[in-house]
Nanobody
Framework: VQLQASGGGLAQAGGSLRLSCAVSGRTISNYAMAWFRQAPGKEREFVAAIGWSSGYTYYAESVKSRFTISRDNAKSTVYLQMNSLKPEDTAVYYC????????????????WGQGTQVTVSS
């Protein structure tokens, strides 16, 4: 399973970006998918997760009501719509996949993408 994240870039505070994570090598229809991020000097942290059938979504408190995770199983792609961006959202964003992560909001995913940089200016 290979994950390719894209869509990062530079945005102004209050702006929006949409990240995409394209998955190859396996259908994602029965995989939980998630986004994590890592800011310079900080540990990687959970951002959002979505169940294999979109039966559940979870968000970190810091992004709740601003970010939306979604998936298109037919396209083997997961998205992260980021609105009302803040400078503290600046980080490298990673997508992750697992059939049954032990803890959906933790680093219990077997497959990881290479990351895409998001920079938010004030």
């Amino acid at each position: 399973v290979q994950l390719q994240a894209s869509g990062g870039g530079l945005a102004q505070a209050g702006g929006s970006l949409r990240l995409s994570c394209a998955v190859s090598g396996r259908t994602i229809s029965n995989y939980a998918m998630a986004w994590f991020r890592q800011a310079p000097g900080k540990e990687r942290e959970f951002v959002a997760a979505i169940g294999w059938s979109s039966g559940y979504t979870y968000y970190a408190e810091s992004v709740k009501s601003r970010f939306t995770i979604s998936r298109d199983n037919a396209k083997s792609t997961v998205y992260l719509q980021m609105n009302s961006l803040k400078p503290e959202d600046t980080a490298v964003y990673y997508c992750a996949a697992d059939r049954n992560p032990a803890i959906v909001t933790g680093n219990f995913y077997n497959y990881w993408g290479q990351g895409t940089q998001v920079t938010v200016s004030s």
